[in-house]
């Protein structure tokens, strides 16, 4: 069982950057793949990006490829994901994921956080 918190999300201006951590709580942290999907009002919640156990595979979605980047510190149960060159498109609530694996479908997360609303405006 783990328990996810993210943080970091909050108001940012168009080409602005910001950074979103999730603490997890809960034995093997290290064993799980990770992940970061967003769900922006009336859309299905979608996969930004994921990270496997040792760190050496990561995936990004096409929408936020070369502007993010997802990381992890295993010493520090937390998981990272920098975002730069920000886009109002980019608005929507970050959720933090864990499962066995990376995975870039929501239905195949095991455990969920709560989310961090991130908004890209001027």
């Known amino acids: 069982q783990l328990q996810l918190v993210e943080s970091g999300g909050g108001l940012v201006q168009p080409g602005g950057s910001l950074r979103l951590s999730c603490v997890a709580s809960?034995?093997?942290?290290?064993?799980?793949?990770l992940g970061w999907f967003r769900q922006a009002p009336g859309k299905e919640r979608e996969f930004v990006s994921t990270?496997?156990?040792?760190?050496?595979?990561?995936r990004y979605a096409d929408s936020v490829n070369g502007r993010f980047t997802i990381s992890k510190d295993n010493a520090k149960n937390t998981l990272f994901l920098q975002m730069t060159s920000m886009k109002p498109e980019d608005t929507a609530i970050y959720y933090c994921?864990?499962?066995?694996?990376?995975?870039?479908?929501?239905?195949?997360?095991?455990?969920w956080g709560r989310g961090t609303q991130v908004t890209v405006s001027e």
């Open positions: 809960g034995r093997n942290f290290g064993a799980y793949g």
């Open positions: 990270i496997n156990w040792s760190g050496t595979i990561k």
């Open positions: 994921g864990a499962a066995w694996g990376p995975r870039d479908k929501a239905a195949e997360i095991d455990y």
